[in-house]
Each structure stands twice: as structure tokens, then as C-alpha cells.
């Protein structure tokens, strides 16, 4: 990947303090080392897209079973966004999170980059009255991680009963049930 490429990578501030704070809070990266990650970032400036999967390999590495605990970050990760930034201006019921996944338009507001090396996360179909959406995912991020963001994201107004999120038959495509 040429240098230029590398530099348009962006991820912004607030997705990397809430990884790490999500960490934290779950006591997965603690102490001095956890206090580091953050301590530097302005939760409203961009920063370069190595630096959260940086943070995300920390993990990774970290433990043999991470999918569980990804998945719990990534819910996290989208309650604090929901409860301390702006997600209760952008999405007042569930359904309203797949809503915003529409053309990538979420995950673009957090990341920044050429699509060919950020990828994408996109909703693909939705059924409201079967109460069943579809997801798509070409990121880079683990996908255990990103079914907690969806968990999260349609699980921080607390209108669902149900919600059930699947992709054991391709981790790139998340069956979504809700209610």
C-alpha cells in the first residue's frame, strides 16, 4: 500500500476512546497500559486507522476465546456512543440504527478511507414487518466485534423485546432479527 493510501486511513477519535474505555470498563486491557492508549486522543479529532486496529490486535492477542469478549467491546463501544454522543440525535428507535447502516453511512462517519481499503458495512435488505434485516460487511475488523456493534446500536434505545444477531453461515453477511 503506497504512503498516500496509508494517510487517507482515518478512524475518528471518539471510535478509539470508546474501544479502549469499553476495555476498560469490562477490565480486558487495564492499568497503566489501557490509561496509554487513550490518554492522547481528543475524542473529536481523526486519527490514522492503525492506530484502532492497533488497539484491536492488543486483544486479539490477549486471549484464545475473543470472540465473546469482541463482541461484548463492540456493544460497548455503541452505548456509549448511543448515551454520550450522538447517537440519540441520529437513531430514537432499533430499527433506526439499521436505518443509518444504509449506504455504509454509519460505519463512514466513524471511518474514512478508500473504500477498497476500509471497506464497508452496509445494509443490504430490511423487512420491518417480518422483522428481519441483512447486513453486509467487507471491513477489516473482526466480525465478532461488529455483531456487538449492531447488538449495541439497535439495543441502546431499549425498544426491542428480541433481538438476534447471526452470521454462522458467512461472517460477512449478519442475519438480523428483531421485535
Given at each position: 500500500m503506497?504512503i498516500?493510501k496509508k494517510?487517507e486511513?482515518?478512524?475518528?477519535g471518539?471510535t478509539i476512546?470508546?474501544?479502549?474505555q469499553a476495555?476498560?470498563n ?5 492499568g497503566?497500559k ?10 473529536n479529532?481523526?486519527y490514522?486507522?492503525e492506530?484502532?486496529?492497533d488497539i484491536e ?6 486471549y484464545?476465546n475473543?470472540g465473546p469478549i469482541?463482541?461484548r467491546?463492540g456493544?460497548e463501544?455503541m452505548?456509549s456512543w ?11 428507535r432499533g430499527i433506526d ?6 449506504g455504509s453511512q454509519?460505519?463512514?462517519?466513524v471511518v ?11 445494509l443490504?435488505?430490511?423487512?420491518e414487518k ?12 473482526n ?8 447488538i449495541g446500536?439497535m ?8 433481538l438476534d ?7 460477512h453477511?449478519f442475519k438480523i432479527?428483531f421485535?
Amino acid at each position: 500500500m503506497s504512503i498516500e493510501k496509508k494517510k487517507e486511513l482515518k478512524v475518528f477519535g471518539a471510535t478509539i476512546h470508546g474501544f479502549v474505555q469499553a476495555c476498560i470498563n469490562l477490565n480486558i486491557v487495564v492499568g497503566p497500559k489501557a490509561s496509554s492508549l487513550i490518554s492522547d486522543i481528543d475524542i473529536n479529532r481523526w486519527y490514522p486507522f492503525e492506530r484502532l486496529r492497533d488497539i484491536e490486535r492488543i486483544v486479539i492477542e490477549s486471549y484464545d476465546n475473543v470472540g465473546p469478549i469482541l463482541e461484548r467491546v463492540g456493544m460497548e463501544m455503541m452505548l456509549s456512543w448511543y448515551n454520550f454522543g450522538p447517537g440519540k440525535q441520529i437513531i430514537k428507535r432499533g430499527i433506526d440504527f439499521l436505518h443509518f447502516q444504509s449506504g455504509s453511512q454509519g460505519y463512514a462517519s466513524v471511518v474514512k478511507g478508500p473504500e477498497e481499503l476500509v471497506g464497508t458495512f452496509n445494509l443490504v435488505e430490511i423487512d420491518e414487518k417480518k422483522h428481519k434485516a441483512l447486513i453486509h460487511s467487507i471491513t477489516p475488523f473482526n466480525k465478532a466485534l461488529e455483531r456487538g456493534v449492531i447488538i449495541g446500536g439497535m439495543s441502546a434505545p431499549g425498544d426491542l423485546d428480541y433481538l438476534d444477531v447471526n452470521n454462522d453461515e458467512d461472517e460477512h453477511y449478519f442475519k438480523i432479527e428483531f421485535g
